[in-house]
């Protein structure tokens, strides 16, 4: 993890409580490192000035003895200096340069020549200046001083300890105010973080913030209560329509269940009681025909065979409401069935029914479906005349049967190169009793797709088409390979 993005993971209070911290720590190591530099360059120049005093005092000392060459009296002048326990060396010079004393702490150290002596000033471990001895402003001699700076480093060393104690104190107390502060600030914000997370959890719209103060976090503290409240009381209200609206739909559905299972009674029943007056039209009109053929005119005739045509398409219809009532009122029967089998075994049949015109079928081999066989077969059999019908006149019937696997579906497609639609109208492809050629040009019921999609329905599957006029027509049948799947329940 980043730093960025740790610091993104920490806590409000946290973050609250490092900012304050860093800020001030900041400051005061900054103060302090000022203070401490300021004291250095301060204490040099009080040293140096004390040392330049020291200097002075014993020069003008030592003037006289200089200039008598009065060397007893120079020893007793430097001996003096035994009680600064900082100085490393003091030579006094006559006017020429020769050492006529010297004092050195410890260290055996020769006094330096004229020529050779370091500047004035501070190095890095020693202070040492020059200084002429003067009597009435002539020279007489030299005095030369070399101190350590031991002092110095002591009086650094004690002062950092003190701005770190003094330092440490103050980032306490600021410890505790941080603390204190960070409260102020975070807690009505983790207050308000922490109520988003309960509403958003427990979906429960009567949590409230403490409102404490007038500041901003005051009024937003404000404002998300009066937001919460108006969104409790539309809850409330969606709450109430929710349950009255489920309710609505629970009557309606049984309502429409009910309505919908007398409906399919209702056309079973008809369907079943219209064939016995339908067989005695097609049977007295066929009687006639027979009978009394040489009594009849042409018109008559003409009459007679649009009577029985009408009987043959009325027959066809009621087949196809039966149909369609078995389809809805059937329990499914699932299990996997291999549908290459199946087409071809429809396509024989229809071979068998019409020969009259040279057909080409292909069909992919290896397609398996889950479902109910018996629908399935009446599925594909309306799908299958379908395209055979409306591709009979062409010079060569075509057919072809192909499939595209998916997980859990496949996805069957039936192309053929029939006289096709007008996708304008496809919404009314699968609607009972809705047709998009006229009987004259294609006889049929309409209930055929309407039967394709109740049974692809079922079987928690879908169908669509696709089509060109006079350019052939594609069927697409999408439907699981696994009986397991579990819209088959809810379409039973």
Known sequence: MTTLNYWRSLPLKAKLLLLTLSVSCLGIFLVCISLVVVEH????????????????????????????????????????????????????????????????????????????????????????????????????????????????????RTFIFFVLVISITIISILVMIAFRLQRLVSQPIQELSDAVETIGREEDYSVRVRVAGDDELGRLGMAFNDMIGTIQQQNQRITRSKYELE????????????????????????????????????????????????????????????????????????????????????????????????????????????????????????????????????????????????????????????????????????????????MKYADKLFVSFNRLHSPSDFPGSGLGLATVYRIVNRHAGSVRAQSEVNKGASFFVELPRSTSNPGFQSKH
């Open 41 to 156: 360059q301060v204490y040099k120049k009080q040293l140096e000035s004390e040392l330049n005093t020291v200097a002075s005092i014993l020069a003008e000392q030592s003037a006289a003895a200089v200039l008598f060459r009065d060397r007893n009296q120079l020893s007793t002048i430097i001996a003096s200096l035994d009680q600064i326990g900082t100085i490393e060396q003091v030579c006094i010079y006559d006017a020429d340069g020769g050492v006529l004393s010297a004092f050195e702490d410890e260290a055996e150290e020769v006094c330096p020549s004229l020529s050779a002596a370091p500047a004035d000033g501070f190095s890095e471990d020693y202070y040492s200046m020059m200084r002429p001895i003067l009597i009435e402003g002539e020279a007489v001699g030299f005095f030369f001083l070399k101190s350590r700076l031991e002092v110095l480093r002591q009086h650094i």
């Open 247 to 422: 309710r609505v739909v629970e009557t309606r559905t049984s309502q429409l269940r009910l309505a919908n299972s007398e409906l399919e009674a209702f056309s079973y029943s008809v369907s079943h009681d219209l064939r016995q007056p339908l067989r005695a039209i097609e049977g007295f009109g066929l009687a006639l025909e027979e009978d009394c053929a040489d009594q009849l005119d042409a018109t008559g005739k003409d009459y007679l065979q649009r009577i029985r045509a009408a009987t043959t398409r009325m027959g066809s219809l009621i087949d196809g409401l039966l149909i369609l009532s078995r389809v809805s009122r059937k329990q499914l029967d699932v299990d996997v069935i291999d549908l290459s089998t199946m087409l071809k075994e429809i396509v024989e049949e229809l071979k068998e029914v019409d020969e009259t015109k040279r057909s080409l079928v292909e069909i992919e081999d290896g397609i398996y479906v889950a479902g109910d066989e018996r629908l399935l077969r009446v599925a594909f059999q309306n799908l299958l005349q379908n395209a055979w019908k409306y591709s009979s006149r062409q010079p060569e019937r075509q057919i072809r049967v192909s499939a595209e696997r998916q997980s859990d579906t496949v996805t069957i497609q039936i192309d053929d190169n029939g006289v096709g639609f007008d």
